[in-house]
């Protein structure tokens, strides 16, 4: 096992750079997601890893070996296909003797040892002889999982395992390949353009955009304190506003609308003047008693949008809309006139 | 299920289904019925029961050695062209290159130019520039005629086919080889078969580019029929052709056992 130090990475399809200038450090036996909207770059950044895609620029190192121009049949990683790639013309238990075969690791007796190991680890015991047409769409994808780490390999990648699965399969999934990825300690890069899956599966969360890094953190980091709008944004911040910011006497602020300046925590590069101030709308708090919050702002109910055990609330205050995420204790109608508050600390400006 | 339908459609649809079977089938009927005919003449309803056609085709060294000709003909034809149509249809197919869509219409451009036109052809080449007709001239000329078949039936496979399957291959260590031993080729395998039939047929068939291409002491099966048609028609015509029937049904099992598909003659997904 390894990590993934991938320098200056860059891949051009002819003018296009689909990824440009990337420059990141996987640690060894960590799980990394890297999250973007579609056509950011990151299915290309992990076919660079893998060796599908030469760079046009830039090393891709695997531990401590540089393997930019080794192809990918020996780099001895494990790759899942959002298609998941079975051989359709293969048994459960051939699809997955496959890469040993390939790879000549073992005699025949340790091959089949591994094969089921393999199946034993993703439960598919009695399915060994079937077709991957005969099986459904999870245990085809339990069989592409298990063959990506059958023979060991130093990095497991990812692309989009989750997106062809319904809701409720998708879930035991993910317990599934957090589990495996912590019992075998491997090295594992995911792609998806879901934040959801990437901040629960993930310890390092990379955020791109139009071929570059917009942030890396932790999951905590990155959902708590994007640094851009477009961070902010794709993590779910749904309410994001122009706002004038200020540093008066030793206080900020942010005007918000006429007779709505709020205090803010001062923001990380200390610059005044036109900023962008994210609110989460799970930490706005619609309230008849103020009390206690940094910030409340007269407000009018427009909408309740009902959504099962939370219900979005779309609120206007000092002129701007404010969308609101609450529960039934909330106890509001629409029209109804209240506070809209929220903690200084849950501000962000940008 | 068919409920919403207005019974003049239902009717009129089993009308044309009942057309279609009598078109296709009635032709074959006349022919085997005729085969077992008593009479000297080739005369339909048949005067009488009698395998004496069977007989006497049978042990006619012209039939025999004319049925042989055509299945060693249809055979080489067919392995000649699986071996140049399979590759082909996976370089039209997998890779986009520079030309890659006109070669895969000149590789089409049998299907749609007349054979007869191609045959002539054929043989002028042969003649100014060969030693004229012969087997392997014959075998030249049917495979031209049946590897659009092969191209096509390959193709379409390779088109639905999982292209990650290979970059899937390739993570897990296989090398170039190995990618088209193990993936590849096995993807390709129904639309082979397919291909396979088509050729085999097309060639058993095939007495246009036969009639210049053959040497004068090759007769194909075909031809045989064709000129005992001309000279002495007898009903040992309809038998030798019923035989050749049987031959070609037989042809569909042999090529099902070998490559193992189901649909045969399906667009291959």
Known sequence: MAGVTLEGLVKRFGVAAAVDDVTLEIPDSKFAAILGPSGCGKTTLLRLIAGLERPTAGTVRIGHEDVTRLPPERRQLGMLFQSYALLPHMTVAENLRFPLRMQKAGSLAEQRERVAWAVDLVRLGGMEERLPRQLSGGQQQRVALARAVISRPRVLLLDEPLSNLDAQLRKDMQVELIELQRQLKLTTVFVTHDQDEALSLADMVVLMREGRIEQIGSPREIYGRPRTPFAAEFLGAANLFDVEVGHVGGRWTAVLGPEATVPVEPPADGQVGQRRLALRQEDLILSRDPAGFDVALPARVATVVYQGALSRYVVEAAGRRFSVLAGKEANVDEGDELQLCWRTGDAIVL | ?269
């Not at chain 2, 997998?94 to 054929?122: D, K």
Request: net charge positive.
């Open chain 2, 1 to 269: 299920m068919v409920g919403g339908i207005p019974l003049v459609a239902r009717f009129g649809g089993a009308l044309l289904l009942v057309l279609v079977l009598v078109f296709m089938l009635v032709p074959l009927a006349v022919v085997v019925g005729s085969s077992v005919s008593a009479s000297e003449f080739l005369v339909f309803p048949p005067r009488g029961v009698s395998l004496r056609w069977y007989e006497a085709v049978l042990s006619s060294d012209k039939y025999l050695s004319a049925g042989w000709t055509s299945i060693q003909l249809a055979l080489v034809v067919t392995v000649a062209s699986l071996a140049v149509g399979t590759p082909a249809a996976i370089a039209l197919y997998r890779f986009r290159f520079p030309g890659s869509e006109a070669l895969g219409s000149l590789f089409l451009s049998p299907l749609v130019l007349p054979t007869l036109i191609f045959g002539i052809g054929m043989l002028m080449l042969f003649s100014r520039y060969g030693s004229g007709p012969s087997f392997f001239a014959l075998v030249l000329g049917h495979l031209v005629i049946t590897l659009p078949y092969v191209v096509r039936t390959v193709g379409a496979v390779l088109h639905g086919a999982d292209r990650h399957a290979e970059e899937a291959a390739r993570t897990m260590g296989a090398n170039l080889w190995q990618r088209y031993w193990f993936v590849v080729l096995p993807q390709c395998r129904e639309g082979m078969a397919a291909g396979a039939f088509f050729a085999f047929n097309i060639s058993f068939d095939d007495a246009v580019v036969a009639l210049f291409l053959r040497a004068p002491g090759i007769d194909t099966l075909p031809l045989r029929i064709y000129s005992e048609l001309e000279f002495s028609p007898d009903p040992s015509i309809a038998a030798a052709s019923t035989v050749m029937i049987f031959i070609t049904v037989a042809m569909i099992f042999v090529i099902e056992r070998i490559l193992g598909v189901r649909r045969l003659a399906g667009s291959g997904r």
